[in-house]
């Protein structure tokens, strides 16, 4: 069965600290790769994304997500956290060839960070 | 610009109910898909509608069925309410078929009693 973890339920970094939030997906062929962030009470909102190319993206708020597809991972990065980057992050694949654009989620990953 | 709109906000219903959920997609958008996110999960995928048609389907019973308008805004039915189906329902919207992100309205809470 195709799926998405992500290993921690929740991660915790000082304010100005680098994070990392892990994402690895057992998907038949290369999948798209996307990273959304949820807010309380709140719909997701779309980050960055992988199609092609350079394994490191660049998204949005100064995020970015290395791809190794050896590993097949998709690891969300920050050089810099900020207090306001703490939300509910998921990971997201959707395999190519299908007939839609279906995005299989991973559970989640709470950031908390903190001043 | 307005995005994703849904509603209710919130709904409570009982056992053996049926239920409709409703939702306008992002200004340009043709294709409307709908997920479920009970809580601490992750969102999981219902049904896709692209041209009126349902192109795309999970796992879910029958007893979940949609219907998209000539205007590309979108229903979730849900027959026979189970206690079970209390979460989220999230719509997000995209145009065709190509890799542009979806975008996702604030969702539906639906509490079954």
């Known amino acids: 069965a195709q799926s998405v973890a992500q290993p921690e339920d929740q991660v915790n970094v000082a304010e100005g600290n680098p994070l990392t939030v892990k994402c690895t997906y057992s998907v038949s062929g290369n999948p798209y790769l996307f990273w959304y962030v949820q807010y309380p009470n709140r719909g997701l909102q779309f980050l960055l994304k992988?199609?092609?190319?350079?394994?490191l993206v660049k998204g949005s708020y100064g995020f970015e997500a290395e791809f190794n597809k050896s590993q097949t991972s998709f690891h969300l990065k920050k050089p810099s956290a900020l207090v306001s980057d703490s939300a509910l992050y998921f990971c997201?694949?959707?395999?190519?060839?299908?007939?839609?654009?279906?995005?299989?989620f991973g559970k989640g990953t709470t950031l908390s960070v903190s001043s | 610009d307005a995005g994703v709109t849904q509603s209710p906000t919130h709904l409570i219903k009982t056992r053996g109910q049926q239920v409709t959920l409703r939702c306008s997609p992002k200004?340009?958008?043709?294709?409307v898909s709908w997920y479920q996110q009970a809580l601490g999960q992750g969102p999981q995928f219902i049904f896709q509608?692209?041209?009126?048609?349902?192109?795309q389907r999970g796992n879910f019973p029958d007893r979940f069925s949609g219907h998209q308008f000539p205007n590309y805004s979108s229903e979730l039915n849900v027959n026979a309410l189970l206690l079970g189906d209390s979460a989220l329902y999230l719509c997000a919207s995209s145009f065709g078929t190509g890799v542009q992100p979806q975008h996702f309205g604030d969702g539906t809470r639906l509490s079954i009693l």
């Open positions: 992988y199609i092609t190319g350079d394994n």
């Open positions: 509608y692209y041209e009126e048609e349902e192109r």
């Open positions: 200004s340009g958008h043709d294709t």
């Open positions: 997201a694949v959707r395999p190519r060839g299908q007939a839609g654009t279906a995005l299989i």
